[in-house]
């Protein structure tokens, strides 16, 4: 069986996602800087806004999908900044949870929800952007699930 040749860059959907992407960040980035933090550090503070015992780093990188060693640096630089604290867990030496700190919680609160900016921008309907989020999920859950083994 031949080998199909490949589609042109703007045909292929891993292209579109990561060009989406970077699209997404530069709408964001002057709010972002505005307030002195860059997406990753923004997301941060998204998972630890309510959580009062904080988060364990390992659980903050699995949620945005990265590993446990560039959430570490991240915290760090956060923590340089007074917008979190980490603090060993005393039952587990090995745990580090992240915690915000009352400029982190004011950070958050000054940067709310920036999906009204891509609504804005883009002129799709919240709907309409919701479905698609929608289905990247469902895309990203199936690449990160468990390959089925091959017979």
């Known amino acids: 069986m031949p080998t199909p040749a490949p589609l042109p860059l703007d045909e292929q959907l891993c292209f579109s996602l990561y060009a989406a992407s970077i699209a997404i960040n530069r709408v964001y980035k002057p709010v972002l800087d505005r307030l002195g933090i860059t997406y990753p ?7 630890l806004n309510g959580a009062e015992d904080g988060v364990p780093i390992g659980a903050i990188a699995e949620r945005l999908a990265l590993e446990p060693s560039t959430i570490t640096p991240l915290a760090k630089r956060m923590e340089t900044a007074g917008l979190v604290t980490r603090v060993r867990n005393p039952a587990d030496e090995r745990q580090v949870r992240v915690r915000l700190t009352e400029r982190g919680r004011a950070r958050w ?3 709310g929800c920036l999906a009204p900016m891509i609504v804005e921008r883009t002129g799709m309907s919240r709907d309409r ?3 698609l989020n929608v289905e990247v ?6 690449l990160t699930a468990d390959p089925v083994p091959i017979r």
């Open 109 to 111: 609160r000054e940067t």
């Open 129 to 131: 952007l919701a479905a």
């Open 137 to 142: 999920t469902a895309m990203r859950q199936a």
């Open 41 to 47: 550090q923004f997301l941060v503070l998204q998972i």
